[in-house]
């Protein structure tokens, strides 16, 4: 929780303590992506609404990390120095974001 938190901070750069605090009462609103891999498993099951037995059978079947990559990019994904950041309600803005992770 430390590091999103931290993660939060560097990205969205609040300019008062007031904001601040803000963020650490709406931290369930992000989400620190600490893998491609486990990234694009994680949203391929809340895009189909599988369950991890259902993902673990497409383990030799699908390419979890280049879907995750891809994913990545849609969602708005930021590098902060504290790692990968998303939002989830609404997501980081592209023109806003200059470190925007495109890869």
Not at 53 to 82: K, P, Q
């Amino acid at each position: 929780m430390l590091l999103t938190y931290a993660a939060v901070l560097d990205a969205e750069k609040p300019e008062t303590l007031h904001r601040a605090m803000e963020l650490l009462q709406n931290l369930d609103n992000y989400q620190r992506v600490v893998d491609t891999y486990g990234y694009g498993q994680r949203r391929l099951q809340e895009t189909l609404g599988l369950d991890d037995e259902a993902v673990c059978e497409l383990e030799g079947y699908m390419d979890f990390e280049r879907y995750g990559s891809d994913c990545m990019e849609h969602d708005g994904i930021v590098e902060t120095e504290f790692g990968r950041l998303r939002r989830l309600e609404p997501p980081f803005q592209e023109q806003t974001q200059g470190q925007q992770m495109l890869q």
